[in-house]
Nanobody
Framework: QLQLVESGGGLVQPGGSLRLSCAASGFTLDSYGISWFRQAPGKEREGVSCVGRTPNYADSVKGRFTISRDNAKNTVFLQMNSLKPEDTAVYYC?????????????????WGQGTQVTVSS
């Protein structure tokens, strides 16, 4: 069974950091593009970052978030620094065959549970 599991969310103060993990089971991530999305209460789901052959970032997170792969762990990470209250959301990861870097949430039909990130003092 192909599965992605997000983890690493939590409560952090503004200016703090978190590292999210997207762990794959049932397939290897190295030939897939991996995308991170987030959805805040009352807002549409939005693309945050993705990595195919090269990384891409939403303007709102450029310079603060870094996406990376660890093929040995079959995991993609999202390092989030200088967190702001507006980063509060449920974060999701998705995989796309062919190493495509997709930032449009409409491309995907189903979603997992995600991991909650709350930035608050």
């Amino acid at each position: 069974q192909l599965q992605l599991v997000e983890s690493g969310g939590g409560l952090v103060q503004p200016g703090g950091s978190l590292r999210l993990s997207c762990a794959a089971s049932g397939f290897t991530l190295d030939s897939y593009g991996i995308s991170w999305f987030r959805q805040a209460p009352g807002k549409e789901r939005e693309g945050v970052s993705c990595v195919g052959r090269t990384p891409n970032y939403a303007d709102s997170v450029k310079g603060r978030f870094t996406i990376s792969r660890d093929n040995a762990k079959n995991t993609v990470f999202l390092q989030m620094n200088s967190l702001k209250p507006e980063d509060t959301a449920v974060y999701y990861c998705k995989a796309t065959r062919g190493n495509m870097c997709i930032m449009n949430a409409a491309f995907f039909a189903s979603w997992g549970q995600g991991t909650q990130v709350t930035v608050s003092s």
